[in-house]
């Protein structure tokens, strides 16, 4: 598994996470079974949400439940979850914020979250607020580290008025297929072209300008009613043609191709997996380890739909 170190720490975190939004179904020898198996293939990070589940904090229950960490691996392991978005609204309040990662430990079964997350940005947020929750969690002890997930940079520098601590994440939507933060940049300029539409005002170089590491949630999907697009041969004929050549060139397979398509970006992107299969845990995270080259990655690129000018 590849390493990188993390901006602002001087940690290292593993280039995949382990998502477990959809572990609601599965009994507590099947958690620990996923659990097991991301530790044995050297995944650092797992990441949660208030919401996964359903009903708030049903995820974080069934993970806590099925899970006691040794003192070794919690410290090896960091827990994130994530907070604001409610039943028909979002609330970044300060009194939202605290109580909720509180409900998290409690049903997790850990005394500290690695890394809280802002979910989805909250139109009605109001930074000291914000900055206030951030400072009573780290004083506390409840929270070591800070991010977002789905923000743009103005959305992040408005945070930063008030938030003092570093914002150290953005999990945002990415894959071969659903690129539009990558994109857009390669066809800027280029008035003709639906792909050079900016859709996040520079996310990316933003991000890797300040240190902000991005974690691609849904990193085999299209981003459309298609869905999956590994296998996918009437959507994305094209696409699993390369997927296939350029594994079969490397003695791997698609999933782990269409992980290394992320995590070659020297931008050190972490892939969020939200399979509950260990073995499909094993394969994709085989890609951490597997550099394409600069002639594949475009391959893939164009094979998908993009364009280049």
Request: glycine share 8%.
């Amino acid at each position: 598994m590849r390493t990188f170190p993390l901006p602002h720490t001087g940690a290292s975190v593993s280039s995949i996470v382990l998502g477990f939004m959809r572990i609601t179904d599965l009994d507590e020898s099947q958690i620990r079974r996923l659990v097991g198996t991301a530790l044995d293939v050297g995944i650092t990070v797992f990441d949660h949400a208030d919401i996964y589940g359903g009903t708030p904090h049903t995820c974080e229950k069934r993970f806590g439940d099925a899970v006691t960490l040794t003192p070794t691996q919690r410290e090896s392991v960091d827990i994130q979850s994530k907070v604001g978005i409610r039943e028909g609204w979002f609330d970044f309040s300060k009194d939202h914020i605290v109580t909720t990662v509180e409900k998290s430990l409690t049903a997790l079964g850990v005394d500290h979250l690695d890394t809280l997350l802002l979910h989805r940005p909250d139109a009605l947020v109001e930074p000291e607020d914000v900055a206030a929750a951030f400072d009573e969690l780290q004083a506390s002890g409840k929270v070591l580290n800070f991010g977002v997930s789905n923000h743009t940079p103005g959305q992040i520098e408005l945070l930063k008025t008030a938030v003092k601590q570093p914002i150290l994440f953005d999990q945002v939507q990415l894959s071969i297929v659903h690129s539009p933060a990558i994109a857009a940049g390669l066809t800027a300029n280029m008035s003709s072209e639906d792909q050079s539409i900016d859709r996040d005002n520079g996310l990316l170089d933003y991000a890797r300008g300040r240190g902000i590491t991005l974690q691609a949630w849904s990193p085999f999907q299209s981003g459309t009613a298609s869905g999956v697009f590994v296998g996918d041969r009437v959507n994305y004929p094209e696409l699993n043609t390369a997927l296939d050549e350029i594994a079969q060139s490397h003695g791997s397979t698609p999933s782990a191709i269409a992980t290394a398509w992320i995590t070659r970006h020297p931008a050190n992107i972490q892939v969020v997996l939200g399979t509950t299969n260990p073995d499909r845990v094993v394969e994709a995270a085989a890609g951490s380890d597997l550099r394409l080259t600069r002639r594949e990655w475009y391959r893939l690129f164009i094979a998908a739909g993009h364009t280049l000018p």
